[in-house]
């Protein structure tokens, strides 16, 4: 998964160059035009299974630990021992190992990781059009 995300974010950065290339750079040539929409489509291919990736990631987590919570709350409520037993050993395993998605241990799966992705895909941009820019 980890290097699935790396592939959408270089994707992701070499459609958004192509795109702003075509437009600012190119002024408007028809055929960089053409090539510019067929990036601009990959781009928001791209960019939606990023998304979709990640959100699917956050709301499986939240699931997870809502599941832990009423597990929680269920245990205090059953009057049968094994039963309350069960639940005690599922909800400490959840307790001590909660589920995450994780890319290689540096950093976890989420609304976090997109709002630093996007903050990757900004700085990306700026050092793009400038080294443009300078030519």
Not at 22 to 50: D, E, P, Q, T
Not at 98 to 104: A, D, M, T
Request: aromatic share 18%; net charge positive.
């Amino acid at each position: 998964m980890t290097f699935k995300m790396a592939y959408y974010f270089g994707m992701i950065a070499i459609d958004l160059r192509e795109i702003l290339y075509a437009i600012l750079i190119n002024n408007y040539v028809k055929c960089r035009i053409m090539s510019a929409v067929v990036f601009f489509l990959w781009f928001s291919y791209n960019v939606f299974k990023f998304l979709l990736i990640n959100y699917l990631c956050e709301i499986v987590s939240i699931k997870a630990r809502t599941t832990a919570d009423l597990l929680n709350k269920l245990s205090y409520f059953t009057c049968d021992v094994e039963i309350h037993e069960t639940i005690s050993q599922f909800s400490l395993q959840i307790v001590h190992a909660p589920l995450r998605f994780c890319g290689i241990g540096l950093f976890r799966f989420g609304f976090k990781f997109l709002y630093m992705f996007i903050m990757n895909i900004a700085t990306v941009l700026v050092i793009i059009i400038q080294a443009r820019a300078k030519k």
